[in-house]
């Protein structure tokens, strides 16, 4: 194995990316989108490029495999060089072999219908005589062997990304760039992916470059973070460092892990004014040193801190009964599989929806959580049992008279919209119904959710985070009692994370009850106060949210990551468990004032009763 | 009469025909026509394509038409498409009969009519069988072979790869549109009302797919371009190395020659036997 990887690598000390003063201008664009960029990159680095939206990140990336200027003709200056070669004298398929790509709408990379035609198809295009081996080593790499006859449709969406990046693997090349692999993937997943990276880099001595803003996958695998700002390299530095400069972070709209901005409070607390304290901790490992150095795990209980402990517990205590909005009665639903045999996502579940609720449906892909919602809205109906909704058998009325009470989001935005201009979109329903001064009401919402200045605009073209925006507007404007959403922050940026999630939290006009179904356990943290965890098509458990954290097994089980400030908490054993960062550091540091008798929460459960 | 309704419903939803058209297309069959060169099923099928139109003599027609039955039987062919076959067949036959009691015909005109009606069942039947049988990649691959350009076999592939999508997206788009639209009040007799209702949306639903479509193939037409597709268009060897798996062998000449054997049997029977 080592011989094998010594042999690849070549003897030569020149590093595998060498660009100088480089600048790029799209044509009939008024600036330049790249601007004197000096970046050197040694063979096997693990490096993060950021930046905000716009900031030349990917035309960046763009340059290295030839895409810029072969592909995109520009005005391209400065010197480029990828793996020994001068890009000026290369074409985009010489300098695919060195460089493989994998794009953030990776299932649009894939041309072929099934996996093991798709990994042999740059080979053979190459003209690569051993192209079938190729394929199957690539596939071999990634441990993707088992799944060589399948369809590309049949494929979870991770599974697509590591196919894409097998393909990319074929060519054998040097430098690998994944762009944004986080945004499209759940938590668990993109860390697989990134496992695959890390090995791919420290066995197979690759150089892996990503594009990526989730600070928390920058700390735990990269070593080095490339800033980028309006087209120009703002600073590159090891990733510690680079995580530590919190504020600049936050001017471009970079969160930085959790626990990097639990430290930075806590020092900033204890610390006099001036005082140097950087690098902060960036990784869970080191954050849990940091607290563990400054003596906190034997001091939490105290007083303070277990009282706050003991009014969260108090705070969860569910709400009285009332008649439920929406019923399910022993449910079982699922579809058709291709050998015509029934598959059952859902069996047998029995569930009430109150109003107040705010539930979060969380479960692995495949768990249920899509039809459940889909049972709501009336677009599927159960095989067995009944669903009821609003006083509504859903098997006895249409999906447009459930309209009336039920609005659906799909996790898809294009999807939704079905006009050319977000306006009519959000004016559809209203205006299908003839509602008088439907004008006005639609202007006030969009007004609200800040879609105004966009009105005239296609929604396919607006950027992610107005996309979601213009959904939930068309949702709104529908007046539902009940609102379903599906995957509302799935490949958002964090500011625009941050601003669905506030708008979720705020006022909701008509809706009583509304469900979420989420992998983004900060959105769950922040937003829920009912949490229904599928698990094969079976709900395992129905509680509140702290509740929820405090099972690691059955998170483990759902393939759920808890918000990493939670994760550090159970690192130093805090029980009941901490949502945010603000709580996690008020209760860390309260006991710090003075030294009171303390308090055990010796069975959790009887503390409630 | 309410059960068969439903069942007849469940049978037409949107789903159901979803599941019919994916088995269609991504059931893996080996079946007894998927197992020749499809260079060989090509030029077969072409034969039967033009020939039954030269042909009026009914025991000939009959006598084509039971190979291409069996050979459909045996290609397990959905009952979906054998439904849609079987609809525009008996729609077709009823048109031109009304026409005819219309203009003062009889009833005489449904015998001459049968001999059009063989023919396109036999055209029919075989491309279901043939095109049923075919894997769409080595049909790409047949036509690529036989000097069609690249970029039209690869088309007819890509389109395979992109249909499940495509179906998702549309079903999709389709309840997008119900969602949000209202259903007119009174169904109307028979319920026509309803049925114009959804025929629209259904038609009114491809136009934001073609409009997602055109944005997704950014991406794709990129990664074509680093994926050496392009490349492959001008390099032969890219050409050789995909086709080298083509091979006519005995079993390919073996089904040629019993079919050409079995059609001059024909016509020789049907020199002595005709009605």
Known sequence: ????????????????VALSNVGFRYPGASSDALQGIDLTIERGAFVAVAGTNGSGKSTLCKTLNGLIPNYYV??????????????????????????A?????????????????????????????????RGERALALLGLSHLRDRWIWQLSGGQKHMTALAAALSLDPDLIIVDEPVAQLDPQRARLVYDKLKLLREQHGKT?????????????????????????????????????RVEELAELHILPPQVTLAAKQTLEAERQEGEAALPYPVTLGEAAEFYRQRDVGTRLNAVDGGSEAQAILRGTAKSGAQEPIVRFDRVTAGYKTIDRTPHHVLKNVSLELREGDRIALVGSNGAGKSTLLKLISGIRRPSEGSVTVCGFRTKDVSPERLADYVSYIYQQPEEMFIEDNIRKDISYFLKARKHPGYAELVDGLMERLRLAGLADRDGRLLSGGQQRRATLAIGLAMRPTVMLLDEPTASLDALSRREVTAMLSGELGSVKTAVIATHDMQLVAEWANRVIVMHNGEVALDTDKRTLFSNSELLRQAGLTPPQITQLGDALNLDPPCLSVDEFVRRVQSPLKEEVPAWKPSNKASSTS | MEAIKQS??????????????????????????????????????TILAILPWFLSNKFVLLGLLVPVLVLTFSSKVSPLVLFILGLGLVSEISYILIGSLLFGGSLDAVWPLMTLTLKLLIISLASIAVFNSMDPERFSDALLSLGVPGQFSFGVSYGYRM???????????????????????????????????????????????MLNTAKRTRTTVEALEVKGFTYALVSPEARKLKLAYLRVGAADIAFLGISLLYLIALCVGGHWVSF
């Open chain 1, 101 to 133: 790509y994998v794009f953030q709408d990776f299932e649009n990379q894939l041309v072929r219908p099934t996996v093991y035609e798709e990994v042999i198809f740059a080979p053979l295009n190459f003209g690569y005589p051993d192209y079938k081996e």
């Open chain 1, 1 to 16: 194995m080592s011989t094998a990887c010594a042999a690849r690598i070549p003897q030569t000390t020149e590093p595998l």
């Open chain 2, 8 to 45: 007849l419903i469940d049978k037409l939803s949107v789903e159901q025909i979803k599941v019919e058209l994916m088995r269609t297309a991504f059931g893996r069959r080996s079946t007894l026509l998927s197992r020749f060169d499809p260079r060989v099923l090509l030029g077969w099928y």
């Open chain 1, 74 to 99: 520009g005005d391209l200056t400065g010197d480029i060089r990828v793996a020994g070669l001068t890009a000026a004298e290369e074409t985009v398929s010489s300098l695919s072999k060195k460089v």
């Open chain 2, 163 to 209: 249909l499940p999508i495509l179906i998702e997206e549309y079903h999709n788009l389709f309840y997008s549109f119900r969602l949000r639209g209202k259903a007119p009040g009174k169904r109307g007799l028979l319920g026509w009302r309803s049925l114009v209702y959804l025929v629209r949306t259904a038609v009114y639903a491809f136009y934001p797919l």
């Open chain 1, 208 to 244: 892996i470059l990503v594009i990526e803003h989730h600070t928390e996958f920058i700390a735990d695998y990269c070593d080095q973070v490339i800033l980028m700002d309006k087209g120009a390299i703002r600073w590159i530095k090891p990733v510690r460092e680079a995580l530590s």
